[in-house]
T-cell receptor, first 116, second 109 residues
Framework: EAGVTQFPSHSVIEKGQTVTLRCDPI?????LYWYRRVMGKEIKFLLH????????ESGMPNNRFLAERTGGTYSTLKVQPAELEDSGVYFC??????????????FGSGTRLTVV | GQQLNQSPQSMFIQEGEDVSMNCTSS?????WLWYKQDPGEGPVLLIA?????ELTSNGRLTAQFGTTRKDSFLNISASIPSDVGIYFC?????????FGKGTLLTVNP
């Protein structure tokens, strides 16, 4: 089966611009998660979708970040306007609903975002 | 928030050597996991631990979930060059993963 796919793999934008990251989870996976790693820090949780609903968005840093998952398939994460501290690697992961307690999440390769 | 203290930050070993890394937390987790990240890729699950005191092996990897549910270690035996990468200890609770900062492992052939 195809894995979790993220687009783009790299993005360089200027401060103040808008960037949209996309994640295609494994087909049939109801749960989709966004994580990010900023320079020198741990990988941190951003939010969790169950199908099209936001189950937990406690990790979203501020209202410049907007995540959507229309139709419960792919998800987008938009940063508007981007700031320098938003630079980092953004990971998406997915899991089947019955496997949640096993934490057998499959991660994508990530999008490396650089804000200059 | 919850934090994991992972050590060491980096290790340089010779091929064939054994390596050990560990993780502690001030919080209790339901599940402890160890992930590995190769360059340019996302983290991949190596071992998952669900019960306090549990000792689990996966090939050359062995991990244990501490009895207090606040610590874990990972051992890699007879290291090989493809073991290079970043190893993360991860606490799982309420579908959310809390990552340690990672241990960068370099294996010299």
């Amino acid at each position: 089966e195809a894995g979790v796919t993220q687009f783009p793999s790299h993005s360089v934008i200027e401060k103040g611009q808008t960037v949209t990251l996309r994640c295609d989870p494994i087909s049939g996976h109801d749960n989709l998660y966004w994580y990010r790693r900023v320079m020198g820090k741990e990988i941190k949780f951003l939010l969790h979708f169950v199908k099209e609903s936001k189950q937990d968005e406690s990790g979203m840093p501020n209202n410049r970040f907007l995540a959507e998952r229309t139709g419960g398939t792919y998800s987008t994460l938009k940063v508007q306007p981007a700031e320098l501290e938003d630079s980092g690697v953004y990971f998406c992961a997915s899991s089947q609903s019955f496997g949640d307690t096993n934490y057998g999440y499959t991660f994508g390769s990530g999008t490396r975002l650089t804000v200059v | 928030g919850q934090q994991l203290n992972q050590s060491p930050q980096s290790m340089f070993i010779q091929e064939g050597e054994d390596v050990s890394m560990n993780c502690t937390s001030s919080s209790i987790f339901n599940t402890w996991l160890w992930y590995k990240q190769d360059p340019g890729e996302g983290p991949v699950l190596l071992i998952a631990l669900y019960k306090a005191g549990e000792l689990t092996s996966n090939g050359r990897l062995t991990a244990q979930f501490g009895t207090t549910r606040k610590d874990s270690f990972l051992n890699i035996s007879a290291s090989i060059p493809s073991d290079v990468g970043i190893y993360f200890c991860v606490g799982g609770s309420n579908y959310k993963l809390t990552f340690g900062k990672g241990t960068l492992l370099t294996v010299n052939p």
